[in-house]
């Protein structure tokens, strides 16, 4: 598959800080050379990771979510091995080769006048090689977590998860926007509206939707479907709000459903539309707990994020995955 880059022990060794008395998760992660041997692996979780930006350029957002997989390697690598995290469990497979896609999309002239309509066929092409990896992931009995990019790529993950089950699926997104915009070219915006129009997607729930940032149609829209439901940040009091992520979980837990975070959601986090407003990190740490314990959940995908010099976001990632993995 030439659209994956697989990692080996020899890839990640030199991120790797090794000390005497101390053994590093990075220390003990499987790695394949192909995705036939994931069936071979007793390993129970599969990580990898999405490097692009391309899907946030054409949502006309900002670029930068490219860089979070590298951020969230290093720190995730040197996490320490002990009674809570076990890193023989996970297969750390790799990343989505979009060297070549990425030099398209750097190459369109922005003042092109179909320089998004152009980014939009680069995602499409995104689009194919997430969900190839995601079924065949799935379809090997291992649990995807899969870190990085923008948004556009719960696509992928709803076609991939979607074809491996046999069956559309449900989701719930922890998210400031509904990216339910119009079935324009694709972007970031819009992967759930593809995701239900190419009948991936079965019930969608939003947790810690942001009134500012939704347009009326997605509302009006919203409010007319018995398959949608969201949780809007500004009408959920703080001592409220595990009960109502509870509530937004039972909406899509008694079939199978993805788990999706924006970063976006997350107050102050470094992402292509960070904001002032929302979660607390500590906050979504707990709502991934209590997901993670839901026997019909089928995939992680964290997004949004970025690399930044004033904030560690690759520790901040690697909590969240550790938090995850540690409950499931």
């Not at 680069?122 to 065949?136: P, W, Y």
């Amino acid at each position: 598959m030439h659209h994956l880059k697989l990692y080996s022990e020899k890839h990640i060794s030199k991120l790797i800080a090794i000390r005497n008395g101390e053994t590093k998760l990075g220390q003990k992660f499987q790695f394949v050379e192909s995705l036939e041997e994931l069936e071979k692996t007793d390993a129970r979780f599969v990580i990898f990771g999405i490097p692009e930006d391309i899907g946030v350029s054409a949502n006309f957002g900002n670029a930068g979510t490219a860089n979070a997989w590298e951020a969230f390697l290093r720190a995730f690598l040197n996490v320490q091995e002990n009674e809570y995290n076990s890193g023989e469990e996970i297969v750390l497979l790799g990343e989505i080769n979009t060297a070549e896609l990425m030099q398209k999309a750097g190459n369109i002239d922005v003042s092109d006048p179909n320089y998004v309509q152009k980014l939009g066929d680069l995602v499409e092409q995104v689009d194919v090689m997430v969900s190839e990896v995601v079924k065949k992931v799935i379809l090997a009995g291992k649990f995807p977590i899969i870190i990085g990019g923008g948004h556009n790529n719960a696509f992928g993950n709803l076609k991939g998860a979607a074809e491996a089950s046999g069956k559309t699926i449900n989701v719930l997104n922890i998210d400031a926007h509904t990216d339910l915009r119009r079935l324009e070219h694709r972007h970031s915006g819009n992967g759930f509206s593809y995701a239900l129009k190419n009948g991936f997607l079965e019930r969608y729930s939003i947790f810690g939707l942001h009134k500012n940032y939704t347009p009326q149609y997605i509302f009006d829209e919203m409010n007319a479907s018995e398959a949608i439901q969201y949780r809007l940040l500004e009408e959920l009091p703080q001592q409220e709000r595990p009960g109502k992520f509870r509530q937004a979980l039972d909406f899509v837990k008694g079939e199978k459903f993805g788990l999706e975070l924006d970063c976006d959601a997350i107050a102050n986090f470094p992402s292509s539309a960070a904001s002032p407003a929302g979660f607390s990190i500590d906050e979504v740490r707990s709502y991934l707990k209590i997901a993670a314990k839901e026997k019909n959940c089928c995939y992680l995908h964290i997004c949004e994020a970025m690399s930044a010099t004033n904030y560690p976001t690759g520790k901040a990632l690697s909590y969240l995955a550790t938090d995850f993995l540690q409950e499931r």
